[in-house]
């Protein structure tokens, strides 16, 4: 998201790489373990409307730091020394600028190499890139993304191309479009003096966490004992937690209170984001004897706001 922000980038549905792409990268993202529906719906054998061959109409790229089950679908596969990403992608750039680095290679591909590809991306009639969390949660994170963003919009100049994240969780995409059109903001937005502050590294949840300021917690349809640092999410032990799941988890496991609720897309309907950002609505084809997310968020809204009349009472009446 910071990424994102810092310069955007072009962008398009997965119907578009389905129909159009004819030239499909994987960097730091392993597919065939992640998302396994992904190659055969959108991005390789799916057959659109100018692919009408599938997998023989499209060239496809994994760039990884070692070899995953996604290289033996690919074309090609660049192996790239690990944490050196932004090395690699800047060294990319600067030779679709007609520049050469003063070297044979770069983060232990051969510069050669990076301008067969970088020439590749700038003939295809359509490109895509796919990046994962091996570009985010290495040396350099948002910085990463960033020289992602940035190269596809160089080769913009040259072909229809697209960069898009392969978001790791259900409706990630669909949290930030929710906060994005509620505040303005993606995420790290705090609502402590009655409106809506956006500061990252200040305000996301691993950076109060990390500093032990929050002293409860009120945690809905997700894992942070599983997901965030250990010096974050240590802090949950420590302080109450509710936990809202239709599940057990890790984080059900330390919390103090835990309330079912019903599975979203399983037992209630609603809207989710696709990782394109484009919302599916989601049917309920099963039961749940739980109530939804919202009933007991609306009850402790409603018992916050009883006891805030009643203490309001009591200074009136001091």
């Known amino acids: 998201m910071v990424a994102l922000q810092l310069g955007g980038a072009p962008a398009a549905t997965l119907g578009e790489v389905k129909n159009r792409a004819d030239l499909v990268i994987f960097w730091g993202s392993n597919p065939a373990d992640s998302h396994p529906r992904h190659f055969t719906r959108y991005s390789g054998t799916a057959k659109g409307r100018f692919t009408r061959k599938g997998r023989k109409d499209r060239h496809i790229v994994v760039v990884d730091v ?3 089950p996604s290289v033996k679908y690919a074309d090609e596969f660049i192996q790239v020394d690990h944490g050196c990403d932004y090395e690699v992608l800047t060294a990319m750039r600067m030779i679709a600028g007609g520049k050469r680095p003063d ?12 301008a067969n590809l970088v020439d590749r991306c700038k003939k295809a009639r359509m490109g895509v890139l796919f990046f994962g969390q091996g570009i985010t949660e290495t040396r350099g994170k948002h910085q990463n993304s960033t020289a992602i963003y940035q190269f596809g919009k160089d080769m913009s100049r040259y072909s229809k191309f697209l960069t898009m994240p392969m978001r790791g969780h259900y409706n990630v995409v669909g949290s930030g479009n929710t906060m994005c059109w509620q505040t303005g903001y993606p995420f790290a937005v705090n609502f402590g003096r009655g ?20 002293d409860a917690a009120l945690i809905v349809a997700a894992e942070p004992m599983d997901h965030l640092p250990y010096t974050a999410a240590s802090h949950l032990e420590d302080i109450p937690t509710i936990v809202l799941d239709p599940r ?6 330390i919390a103090r209170v835990v309330i079912p609720v019903k599975h979203a897309g399983v037992s209630v309907e609603g809207s989710a984001y696709r990782m394109d950002h484009v919302p599916i609505r989601m049917q309920a084809p099963l039961k749940s004897p739980w109530p939804k997310d919202d009933a007991p968020l609306d009850a402790i809204i409603r018992k916050i706001k009883q006891i805030r009349i009643e203490q309001a009472g009591k200074t009136d009446g001091n």
């Open 66 to 68: 070692r070899r995953t």
């Open 103 to 114: 070297r044979d290679e770069v983060g232990g591909v051969g510069v050669d190499t990076l």
């Open 195 to 214: 409106y809506p502050q956006f500061n990252p590294g200040e305000f996301s949840v691993v950076d109060l966490l990390s500093r032990k300021e929050p």
């Open 248 to 253: 057990e988890t890790l984080t059900t496991k």
